[in-house]
């Protein structure tokens, strides 16, 4: 898959998606896509930073420093008000999207 064309058109509503789940650090959203693509999808972290940093920016998400036990300090994400308001935006013009293209792909009925 090229991931290019997917990271400009839906990397935001991804981002978005995982972090309302659990506020996440950026390795954990890249193994994330990952896993869940069983890898059809991977993510360089020098291309998923400048997303989340522009996220950060535009009031979508918001960063905090933790440590887990046993564990280094890492970075978090968590969505914010304004990013969940972006998500059910991004979630209504995908549907949208997805319901055309499940009809534009069903197979057309034979002309007679």
């Known amino acids: 898959m090229d991931n ?3 990271n400009a058109a839906m990397i935001e509503a991804i981002v978005l998606s995982i972090i309302a789940r659990s506020p996440s650090y950026g390795y954990e959203i890249i193994k ?6 069983d890898g059809a999808i991977e993510w360089a972290a020098g291309s998923l930073y400048p997303v989340l940093h522009r996220m950060e920016m535009n009031g979508h998400i918001e960063s905090f420093w933790h440590q ?4 280094r300090k890492r970075k978090y994400y968590r969505i914010t008000d304004d990013g969940q308001k972006a998500l059910e935006r991004e ?10 293209v499940h009809e534009l792909w069903r197979p057309s009925p034979a002309a007679d």
């Open 4 to 6: 290019r064309t997917l």
């Open 68 to 71: 887990p036990e046993g564990e």
């Open 32 to 37: 994330r896509v990952g896993d869940m693509t």
């Open 91 to 100: 979630k209504r013009e995908w549907s949208t999207v997805e319901r055309l």
